[in-house]
């Protein structure tokens, strides 16, 4: 498959200025594009950071002047929902605080996990506060902030496209138990297309929520694919809303490339947030 006869793409050449959208990259979308390919391509087209790698790439990414712009700790799926993962998901943290703090990295990704039998929805968003105010005073000290990502249950269709059984799968929710932990580096995660899908009305929710918005994610709508005219949002209004604004954190493309070639998607995608 390739861009619609409507689509802009740009050159080959192209190169994102970033002046005023710090853009970065979800590599695991670009899979299976080898990283000795995919990170300096990147770099040449304007990317400032990228995330979702292995800790043993971030030398080859900074010997391209690319930076760090998320780190993972636990998953989605076993997360503080459930108190059987807490230690586990406190090491993880830790440990992706203190990778953050080397590479300079702003941001530590957390997941509620997926809801439980047993656990209703109190004692599920209990576990959740809990165990984040007990590790959000390790994050202040290092100043890293926790970014909880909110993810929706409804699409079904690809393991990738949606997550059925995620117990944060409201965004309200997810920001309630954000202002329950109560901390200046404890934010959501703003993914557009998963927004949409649960919650829409974006660019409202956007502004909303915009003090607790620590990191922002990307990708059209139905499909997880390009942010282009076969999808539901006006990405044009979206970029605008966020660059009017004053976040001042990445907007990361995570869509799953259709388009043969991958790498005019990611120019597409970053020239179109290039505002
Ligand atoms: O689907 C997503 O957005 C995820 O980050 C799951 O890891």
């Keep these: 498959a390739g861009p619609s ?8 050449d192209f190169k994102a200025t970033g002046r005023n959208i710090k853009q970065s990259v979800m590599a695991w979308c670009f899979n299976p594009m080898p990283m000795e390919t ?10 400032q950071a990228m995330e979702g790698l292995d800790v043993n790439w971030y030398p080859l990414m900074k010997e391209h002047g690319l930076k760090v712009s998320l780190c993972s700790g636990h998953g989605f799926k076993d997360g503080p929902v459930n108190p059987d993962n807490h230690a586990m998901c406190t090491e993880k943290l830790k440990g992706a605080i203190d990778t953050a703090v080397k590479w300079n990295c702003p941001s530590v990704i957390t997941f509620t996990g997926m809801s439980e039998k047993g656990i209703g929805f109190e004692q599920g968003t209990k576990n959740c506060v809990d165990f984040w105010k007990s590790v959000i005073p390790y994050a202040e ?4 902030q ?14 990738m496209k949606g997550h059925p059984g995620y117990f944060g799968d409201d965004v309200d929710h997810c920001l309630d138990m954000i202002k329950q932990v109560d901390s200046p ?16 009305d974006v660019i409202r929710r956007f502004r909303q929520s915009l003090p607790y918005i620590g990191h922002i994610h990307t990708a059209g709508n139905p499909g997880r694919g390009e942010l282009d005219e076969t999808q539901e949002m006006n990405y044009t209004a979206i970029i605008k809303a ?13 869509y799953i490339p259709t388009w043969d070639d991958k790498l005019a998607s990611l120019r597409h995608g970053v020239a179109l947030c290039d505002v």
């Design 5 to 12: 006869t409507e689509t802009k793409v740009p050159a080959e």
């Design 38 to 47: 995919f990170i300096p391509a990147c770099a040449k087209m304007g990317l």
């Design 141 to 144: 000290e290092n100043n890293v």
């Design 146 to 159: 926790l970014v909880l990502e909110h993810l929706n249950s409804r699409d079904d269709s690809h393991p």
């Design 185 to 200: 580096k404890m934010k959501l995660l703003f993914d557009f297309y998963h927004v949409q899908v649960m919650n829409g």
């Design 242 to 254: 966020v660059a009017e604004s004053d976040y001042d954190g990445y907007v990361v493309q995570e």
